[in-house]
């Protein structure tokens, strides 16, 4: 080997890592890498086969391309396997089509056919847990909302609607009908519309196409439920408290309610 071709060598290393693992790397491969170049390094895919000098890498959500001496080599974890197996089941239940949750990889929100039982007195746990769902699974803008482990008790007595509850639903309520106070709990999701992804759609990897949720446990919420001028239900209940500390992020779309 001449000194010039062993220079350039030494440089190629120097510069991109060593070459048995740049050739040896390939998609699907799990690697650590140093995505923000500040020597953190995080659990990671290879995406892109090497090309000048770089590695496309899946991070999560996040995409990158990188520097061979930004990426290196690691085994499988139990962790990593399942986040496989998670992903590639959620990316093929979603649903197709134009109904409104195949926006966004989800079940579409609930619906009440009939929201006039009972004609008097308290709505029922399970007729406020319904009532409740239906209230509260609905598309805004880019965005779905939707819930799971619903839990509601009513209140055994009823009272007039104060003047806050008034205002808030002036629109539709009706204040001669008293007002049910309710409690319990739910777990609340809020997912992006598919479309809305930064990247979409040629560089979204399959873990942001399915995780694209957050999740929050809303595990002690009060409300109520009262009629409107159409002698229709609604209840709504909300956990101040928990709204924001018990939000997690890059979740999947819930199932079931």
């Known amino acids: 080997m001449t000194f ?20 040896t790397l390939k998609i699907g491969d799990y ?10 390094w995080e659990p990671c895919k290879i995406s ?29 974890t139990a962790e990593d396997k399942r986040i496989e197996a998670e992903t590639a089941a959620a990316l093929a239940r979603q649903p ?8 966004y990889g989800t079940r579409d929100p609930k ?9 008097k007195g308290a709505p029922s746990a399970e007729q406020a847990r319904q009532y409740f769902i ?35 639903h002036a629109a539709d309520i009706d204040p001669s009908q008293p007002v049910w106070d309710i409690r319990g709990s ?3 999701y809020q997912c992006t519309q ?35 001028t159409f002698g229709d239900w609604h209840c709504g209940m909300l956990d101040v408290a928990h709204v924001i500390a018990n939000t997690r992020q890059y979740q999947l779309p819930p199932e079931g309610n």
């Open 4 to 23: 010039l071709t062993t220079t350039r060598a030494v440089l190629f290393i120097l510069l991109f890592g060593a070459g048995v693992q740049a050739q």
């Open 186 to 188: 739910f777990t609340q």
């Open 96 to 103: 197709r089509g134009q109904s409104v949750g195949a926006k």
């Open 111 to 119: 619906t009440c056919s009939n929201r006039t039982v009972p004609a």
């Open 48 to 76: 892109q086969p090497l090309s000048n000098g770089q590695y496309g890498v899946s991070c999560g959500p996040n995409q990158a391309d990188l520097p061979v001496r930004s990426v290196r080599p690691r085994a499988a």
């Open 134 to 168: 239906c209230d509260q699974e609905h598309e805004v803008t880019s965005s779905i909302s939707l819930v799971t482990n619903v839990k509601a008790q009513v209140a055994p007595v009823s009272h007039a609607p104060n003047q806050i509850v008034k205002e808030i």
């Open 31 to 40: 690697v650590d890498a140093d995505r923000l170049m500040l020597g953190r």
């Open 194 to 228: 598919l479309t809305a992804i930064p990247g979409w759609p040629t560089n979204v990897n399959d873990f942001a196409r399915t995780h694209n949720c957050n999740a929050t446990d809303q595990t002690t919420a009060t409300g109520y439920c009262y009629k409107n």
